[in-house]
């Protein structure tokens, strides 16, 4: 199993590396936050760390940390528009439940 990106979650990251005009890729991992116990955090890469996963994922590369990698295994990050909002939203089948304000979760143990 791996993490990968929907083709527009892709084009928007590219985007955004492409703008800030250096980075390998895009981190994704997880943290201790939020009423359902954890929430995800995103951040440019530019330089790979010793333990981290990294997956291509249309011609995108997305690193995932050693601590993160049992959280996130098969998530899909999608980017999404509903009406006057967009953002980047996460399908983990490893989420057992999430809070009502969608930005925290948690799993199974």
Known sequence: ???????RAALKMQRSLASRGKGLGIRLGVKTSG???M????????EVQEGDQCFESHG???II????LPY??????????????????FENPNAKSSC?????FSVSA
């Open 1 to 7: 199993m791996s993490v990968t990106l929907t083709e």
């Open 65 to 68: 940390d050693a601590r993160s």
């Open 35 to 37: 009423c359902s116990g």
């Open 100 to 104: 009502g304000c969608g930005e925290s």
């Open 39 to 46: 929430s995800y955090v995103m951040e440019f890469v530019d």
């Open 72 to 89: 996130m295994m098969g998530t899909e990050l999608d980017f999404v528009r509903e009406g006057l909002n967009e953002g980047f939203k």
């Open 60 to 62: 995108m590369t997305v």
